[in-house]
């Protein structure tokens, strides 16, 4: 069985369903979406139903928690109340069920083999189960001074994970692919005109499929 990995999403549903298509995907395939399902995109309401429907996993992102903070009625953006107000109820609750990482097979020996998706990123030193929510959903570095940073600062943090898990990953567009020893970051900016990516496993092949256009543009987490 292949497991394709697939990064973030934002709603863009033309583009995901031709990259699977391009992946040549069948039934017996297992999909793993990297969070960030919605916002920004023209879809996000037909990207969840497309995910709920299909049998597809995915790892819980930062917007798609945004998204379910409005549907508890907290103070958010208003492009995720948007969103919230337009997802039906089964959709609203398949996203409320989503974990915040996954383990997954990476193919070859036992040990090399053990793998994981999340959205944002890990901590060197701990553990995933005992990895911080906030982590998980928002790391994008390590600081010069060696603390976990949601900004573009310092190293990437999956340039410094050790394993034992090859960790693939989103959330980090500015960086875009990125291709480290222990972590594969598949946010390659999709939203913001430019490719969404997989990663077909066991081959460890990246597969692309252009944007159909801009549909939001990126802004910077520097200092």
């Not at 709603?11 to 793993?32: H, I, M, W």
């Not at 969070?35 to 049998?55: C, H, I, M, T, Y």
């Not at 997954?104 to 901590?123: P, S, T």
């Not at 340039?159 to 989103?170: D, T």
Request: charged content about 25%; aromatic content about 4%.
């Amino acid at each position: 069985m292949r497991t394709i990995v697939i990064g973030d999403v934002h709603g863009c549903l033309d583009e995901l369903l031709a990259l699977l298509q391009r992946c040549g995907r069948s039934g017996e395939d297992r999909v793993v979406l990297v969070g960030d399902l919605v916002a920004k995109g023209p879809d996000s309401p037909g990207v969840v139903q497309w995910a709920r429907e299909s049998g597809a996993d995915a790892v819980l992102g930062n917007h798609d928690a945004h998204v379910l903070r409005a549907l508890r009625g907290d103070e958010v953006k208003g492009e995720h109340r948007k969103v919230a107000a337009q997802l039906s109820g089964p959709d609203a609750a398949w996203l409320a069920d989503r974990p915040l990482w996954l383990p997954i097979d990476m193919g070859g020996e036992a040990a090399k083999g053990r793998g994981a998706v999340l959205h944002g990123g890990a901590v060197p030193g701990a553990p995933l189960d005992e990895q911080k929510r906030e982590h998980l959903l928002n790391l994008r570095s390590i600081s010069d001074d060696g603390q976990p940073s949601k900004r573009i600062e310092g190293r990437p943090w999956a340039s410094v994970w050790p394993g034992p898990e090859h960790i693939v990953f989103g959330h980090d567009a500015v960086r875009g692919l990125q291709q480290h020893p222990h972590a594969t970051g598949l946010d390659t900016g999709c939203v913001y005109g430019r490719e969404l990516t997989a990663l077909v496993l066991p081959e460890r092949k990246l597969v692309h499929e252009p944007a159909r256009r801009a549909y939001a543009e990126i802004t910077s987490t520097k200092r």
